[in-house]
């Protein structure tokens, strides 16, 4: 069974740019969470989608927006690009339950000049 | 509010044993999740633990005492692939299918 994809894996924009990143589920899996991950705050949440709504979402300004599609893919947006989102950007699939381990995929690294 | 400590950097030797600690604090708890990252990689799963106790798999371990807010990953017969960051991360139950709180990760080094 395939992994967790994503797709650029790496990015360089500039500020004041959009960025959108996609993230291919695990098949089956319906559950797709998006995390930042820089080396001075570690892995921190940015939203989760099941069932292409928006079960949970983290500390982020509004500038940050997903979506998940009818076949579970899900993409995320980064409006109005600042220096401090140069960052991996991860995605998680599981099943969709209630404590279900979640898997990672090999993340995006953007860059903001 | 939610807190997940995890000692920053370890070093230990090929072969011998090294027990990384995760403490917590989050307002409810339904699991705890040890992720393995190499550098510039994706973060693996290694183990889960619900109830109190020892899950063994393999050369690693992870224990787990819920009134303490405490939790181990125990590694075993060192190798140096084993170099890199042990993440700890909680779901909270707060909130019905809340999502995983991460610790910073403590980046282990085996050393020859």
């Known amino acids: 069974k395939a992994g967790v994809t994503q797709t650029p894996r790496y990015l360089i924009k500039t500020r004041g740019q959009q960025v959108t990143l996609s993230c291919s589920p695990i098949?089956?899996?319906?559950?797709v969470s998006w995390y930042q991950q820089t080396p001075g705050q570690g892995l921190q949440f940015l939203f989760e989608?099941?069932?292409?709504?928006?079960?949970n979402k983290g500390n982020f300004p509004g500038r940050f927006s997903g979506r998940q599609f009818s076949n579970s893919r899900s993409e995320m947006n980064v409006s109005t690009l600042e220096l401090g989102d140069s960052a991996l950007y991860l995605c998680?699939?599981?099943?969709?339950?209630?404590?279900?381990?979640?898997?990672f995929g090999p993340g995006t690294r953007l860059l903001v000049l | 509010g939610q807190n997940i400590d995890q000692p920053t950097e370890m070093t230990a030797t090929e072969g011998a044993i090294v027990q990384i600690n995760c403490t917590y604090q989050?307002?409810?708890?339904?699991?705890l999740f040890w992720y393995q990252q190499h550098a510039g990689e994706a973060p693996t799963f290694l183990s889960y633990?619900?109830?109190?106790g020892l899950e063994e798999k393999g050369r690693f371990s992870s224990f787990l005492s819920r009134s303490k807010g405490y939790s181990y990953l125990l590694l075993k017969e060192l190798q140096m692939k084993d170099s890199a960051s042990y993440l700890c991360?909680?779901?909270?139950?707060?909130?019905?299918?809340?999502?995983?709180?991460f610790g910073k990760g403590t980046r282990l080094s085996v050393i020859a």
């Open positions: 998680a699939s599981s099943l969709g339950a209630t404590g279900e381990t979640q898997y």
């Open positions: 098949s089956g899996h319906r559950s």
């Open positions: 989608y099941f069932s292409e709504t928006q079960r």
């Open positions: 989050t307002s409810g708890f339904n699991g």
């Open positions: 633990n619900v109830l109190d």
């Open positions: 991360a909680v779901r909270d139950e707060n909130s019905g299918n809340t999502p995983l709180v």
